[in-house]
């Protein structure tokens, strides 16, 4: 089973005069990541690096920002790996101090400073979402959202045509059970179909 974060948490080492900020906090896509990594680089404009991380949705990326390749942001990454981590985003800034630390310790510094944060992180299970399309009679709409909203599915859509189609997003776990309640209700008159390939 995969988790995420339920927030973002911090570290803050110094190793031979080089300042290492680090954090680990949820990201749910690159495009996320981005904008928080470009944050990052607006708050420490001194910074020698922003060295970053991401595992979300089953993709990965890392980014040495300049640091010798491999030494910073593929070590970040197997950190997350390793904790099992998914739609969550590392990031290290670096100050640094006049000291080279060598490929062995840069690498050993940009792990610390994303596993220290770790230490403070509260872990929550990742529930993947499935996304359902169907359509029912129109006799049937009200009856299908009440069971949509004691379901706690998303409701993502509904078109009025010749029937009522919804698009709804439910937990992975607990779509079956909802197909199935949903088929008793619709008493054999849902038809099924299929999200529009983009």
């Not at 080492?13 to 996320?32: E, Y």
């Not at 708050?43 to 300049?66: E, I, M, Q, R, Y």
Request: overall charge neutral; charged content about 20%; proline content about 4%.
């Amino acid at each position: 089973m995969a988790f995420t974060l339920a927030q973002a948490v911090h570290s803050d080492l110094t190793i031979k005069k080089s300042r290492f900020i680090g954090a680990v906090q949820p990201a749910g896509d690159r495009a996320a990541a981005l904008q928080l990594v470009a944050q990052l680089r607006a708050d420490h404009p001194a910074a020698t690096h922003v060295c970053w991380a991401l595992l979300a949705g089953g993709h990965s990326a890392a980014n040495d920002d300049g640091e010798p390749g491999g030494t910073a942001g593929r070590p970040m990454l197997e950190v997350l790996r390793r904790q099992e981590l998914d739609g969550v985003l590392a990031t290290v800034v670096r100050y640094y101090g006049g000291v080279k630390l060598g490929a062995g310790g840069l690498v050993r510094a940009y792990t610390d400073a994303v596993a220290q944060a770790l230490l403070g992180a509260s872990k929550v299970p990742l529930e993947r979402m499935v996304e359902l399309v169907f359509d029912v009679p129109y006799a049937l709409e009200g009856s299908v959202r009440r069971e949509l909203q004691s379901s706690g599915a998303q409701l993502l859509g509904v078109a009025h045509g010749d029937t009522v189609q919804f698009a709804i997003s439910a937990k992975e776990g607990a779509a079956d059970a909802l197909r199935v309640r949903l088929g008793e209700i619709a008493h054999g008159l849902i038809r099924w179909g299929h999200l529009p390939v983009s």
